[in-house]
């Protein structure tokens, strides 16, 4: 594609072409204890405008209109080390505690009764993880216990005595994390962690059979041992789990045209883990299908100085860490990696970004001030949103762009959903072409009459504007006047480096 020219790009949507259906479990994220994201992030006592319990207001009114599903909690590296007992129970009898992970102190203020508290004032499903780095089967099965056995046990009559009276019912529960990476605290090899998994989900199982439980998959596709993990893990639990966990995070080097080629890499990375596992449940000759938990995604600069953690003798409570800031560019790469989880709603059953305040985040705080949207807040907030009913398999005709490392991708990624009963279509455009704007023609005839109801892009003439506290709306996805709906087709200019949502009423 030469600069400045537009290119024509084709889509054809059909309702009679279905991958699956949009599942709100796609929009879940994940609340670390990391730096900020917990204390001064989504909990701050001191604050103007925290809550009887201490929860800011301001971040559980941005987290309902994020429109966030399933939250993970409490980690991540994190949760390798801790001990959730150290987290319930009277707060001023808490032990502090060195987090090993990310070289800080943890006060434990806040344990899983106060995220359970939390979770459900922002209307979101706690989404579990067990430590399996530190610790074993019998310390999943106690928090468990603790978290779900109404009462009349030791553990359940604990958090009834700590004020819940009843269990939490969390569904959703992480067998370790990151297990693949030599990073994590009581790192373990294939088969050590497969068996370990397989005898704790056993266990979990015992206490609830209908649980849905996720094991560690690969950290990422580079992990030299990405695929063998998944056939070993996977060969131990493949019977005892519904779920195997991926991770992958971007990072935009300098080469802008590589960045956009986010999408494209985690679609690699999905097939690949579908083969993975489609291998195992083959060789078993088992009818179970496990499925992925995409529940770490996102854009993050690793290599720059926000995800320094400290050293030495510096152990500070709730340190500015992986404090990334957004731009554009990166809100476009957003877009694209939800457009790429809702067209694998067939496979990717659950998935969370990562994270949700202040680290890696779309919402951001300032310690007793103000809070404010990233960039990566809006495609986020949108798809949530709008997306619903089914997710329709479409044919696209893209030109191909090249970046870095990263030859020949589709300059248009797209997702269409379908709800019939609400009479709307939505279709999710990225244009990932850093030189020039797509002409979009997608045939919707299949559809029926159709009228756009609303149509916006997200994209800007600096894509490396960010949002800041002080100005986090002057860049903003906006009407798209060039989209419109004749004759069986919906036409659209796409410029460089955007994302677009186009709404469209269906005539029954
Ligand atoms: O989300 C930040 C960190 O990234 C998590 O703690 C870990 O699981 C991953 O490596």
Same mark, same amino acid.
């Given at each position: 594609?030469?600069?400045?020219?537009?290119?024509?790009?084709?889509?054809?949507?059909?309702?009679?072409?279905?991958?699956?259906?949009?599942?709100?479990?796609?929009?879940?994220?994940?609340?670390?204890?990391?730096?900020?994201?917990?204390?001064?992030?989504?909990?701050?006592?001191?604050?103007?405008?925290?809550?009887?319990?201490?929860?800011?207001?301001?971040?559980?009114?941005?987290?309902?209109?994020?429109?966030?599903?399933?939250?993970?909690?409490?980690?991540?590296?994190?949760?390798?080390?801790?001990?959730?007992?150290?987290?319930?129970?009277?707060?001023?009898?808490?032990?502090?505690?060195?987090?090993?992970?990310?070289?800080?102190?943890?006060?434990?203020?806040?344990?899983?009764?106060?995220?359970?508290?939390?979770?459900?004032?922002?209307?979101?499903?706690?989404?579990?993880?067990?430590?399996?780095?530190?610790?074993?089967?019998?310390?999943?099965?106690?928090?468990?216990?603790?978290?779900?056995?109404?009462?009349?046990?030791?553990?359940?009559?604990?958090?009834?005595?700590?004020?819940?009276?009843?269990?939490?019912?969390?569904?959703?529960?992480?067998?370790?994390?990151?297990?693949?990476?030599?990073?994590?605290?009581?790192?373990?090899?294939?088969?050590?962690?497969?068996?370990?998994?397989?005898?704790?989900?056993?266990?979990?199982?015992?206490?609830?059979?209908?649980?849905?439980?996720?094991?560690?998959?690969?950290?990422?596709?580079?992990?030299?041992?990405?695929?063998?993990?998944?056939?070993?893990?996977?060969?131990?639990?493949?019977?005892?789990?519904?779920?195997?966990?991926?991770?992958?995070?971007?990072?935009?080097?300098?080469?802008?045209?590589?960045?956009?080629?986010?999408?494209?890499?985690?679609?690699?990375?999905?097939?690949?883990?579908?083969?993975?596992?489609?291998?195992?449940?083959?060789?078993?000759?088992?009818?179970?299908?496990?499925?992925?938990?995409?529940?770490?995604?996102?854009?993050?600069?690793?290599?720059?100085?926000?995800?320094?953690?400290?050293?030495?003798?510096?152990?500070?409570?709730?340190?500015?860490?992986?404090?990334?800031?957004?731009?554009?560019?990166?809100?476009?790469?957003?877009?694209?990696?939800?457009?790429?989880?809702?067209?694998?709603?067939?496979?990717?059953?659950?998935?969370?970004?990562?994270?949700?305040?202040?680290?890696?985040?779309?919402?951001?705080?300032?310690?007793?001030?103000?809070?404010?949207?990233?960039?990566?807040?809006?495609?986020? /907030? &949108? %798809?949530?949103?709008? @997306?619903? $009913?089914?997710?329709?398999?479409?044919? *696209?005709?893209?030109? #191909?762009?090249?970046?870095?490392?990263?030859?020949?991708?589709?300059?248009?990624?797209?997702?269409?959903?379908?709800?019939?009963?609400?009479?709307?279509?939505?279709?999710?455009?990225?244009?990932?072409?850093?030189?020039? /704007? &797509? %002409?979009?023609?997608? @045939?919707? $005839?299949?559809?029926?009459?159709?009228? *756009?109801?609303?149509? #916006?892009?997200?994209?800007?003439?600096?894509?490396?504007?960010?949002?800041?506290?002080?100005?986090?709306?002057?860049?903003?996805?906006?009407?798209?006047?060039?989209?419109?709906?004749?004759?069986?087709?919906?036409?659209?200019? &796409?410029?460089?480096?955007?994302?677009?949502?186009?709404?469209?009423?269906?005539?029954?």
């Amino acid at each position: 594609m030469t600069p400045a020219e537009s290119t024509p790009a084709t889509i054809t949507i059909d309702p009679a072409f279905t991958v699956g259906p949009v599942r709100r479990r796609t929009f879940g994220a994940f609340v670390e204890h990391l730096g900020r994201c917990v204390y001064t992030g989504i909990f701050e006592p001191d604050h103007p405008d925290a809550d009887e319990d201490g929860f800011r207001k301001d971040v559980l009114e941005l987290t309902r209109e994020l429109g966030v599903s399933t939250v993970r909690y409490p980690g991540g590296n994190f949760v390798s080390g801790y001990r959730w007992e150290d987290g319930v129970g009277p707060v001023d009898q808490r032990p502090v505690r060195l987090d090993l992970a990310w070289h800080s102190t943890d006060p434990n203020s806040v344990g899983v009764d106060e995220f359970a508290k939390w979770s459900a004032k922002a209307g979101v499903e706690p989404m579990m993880a067990v430590n399996l780095g530190t610790r074993g089967v019998q310390e999943a099965l106690d928090l468990l216990e603790y978290c779900n056995i109404d009462g009349g046990t030791a553990l359940s009559e604990k958090r009834r005595a700590n004020g819940a009276a009843t269990g939490y019912g969390i569904r959703m529960w992480c067998l370790g994390n990151e297990m693949d990476g030599p990073w994590q605290i009581g790192h373990k090899n294939a088969q050590e962690y497969g068996r370990l998994a397989a005898d704790t989900a056993r266990g979990m199982r015992m206490i609830d059979p209908g649980l849905e439980l996720v094991a560690c998959g690969s950290s990422g596709p580079t992990m030299p041992t990405f695929g063998e993990w998944e056939r070993v893990v996977l060969t131990e639990t493949y019977d005892v789990v519904d779920l195997v966990s991926a991770h992958q995070y971007f990072e935009d080097s300098g080469d802008l045209q590589e960045h956009l080629a986010a999408g494209h890499k985690m679609e690699a990375f999905i097939r690949d883990i579908v083969s993975h596992i489609d291998h195992v449940k083959s060789v078993r000759k088992s009818t179970k299908q496990v499925n992925i938990s995409f529940d770490e995604w996102n854009v993050w600069h690793m290599s720059r100085g926000e995800s320094k953690v400290p050293s030495g003798n510096d152990w500070p409570v709730a340190p500015v860490l992986l404090e990334d800031t957004y731009t554009v560019a990166d809100a476009v790469v957003v877009g694209d990696l939800l457009v790429t989880l809702l067209r694998n709603t067939d496979r990717v059953l659950s998935a969370s970004l990562a994270q949700l305040v202040n680290v890696i985040a779309p919402i951001m705080t300032e310690p007793g001030g103000r809070s404010w949207k990233q960039t990566t807040f809006h495609p986020f /907030a &949108l %798809t949530s949103r709008h @997306a619903s $009913g089914t997710v329709l398999q479409l044919a *696209v005709e893209s030109p #191909l762009v090249s970046g870095g490392t990263t030859a020949d991708f589709a300059a248009l990624s797209a997702v269409a959903t379908y709800d019939a009963a609400k009479g709307e279509a939505v279709v999710f455009a990225v244009n990932r072409s850093a030189a020039g /704007a &797509l %002409t979009l023609d997608a @045939a919707v $005839g299949g559809l029926g009459n159709v009228r *756009v109801i609303e149509a #916006l892009t997200y994209s800007n003439k600096d894509p490396y504007w960010q949002a800041t506290a002080d100005d986090s709306s002057s860049v903003l996805p906006a009407e798209n006047v060039t989209a419109k709906a004749d004759g069986g087709h919906l036409t659209a200019e &796409l410029p460089a480096v955007s994302w677009s949502m186009i709404r469209l009423a269906v005539e029954a």
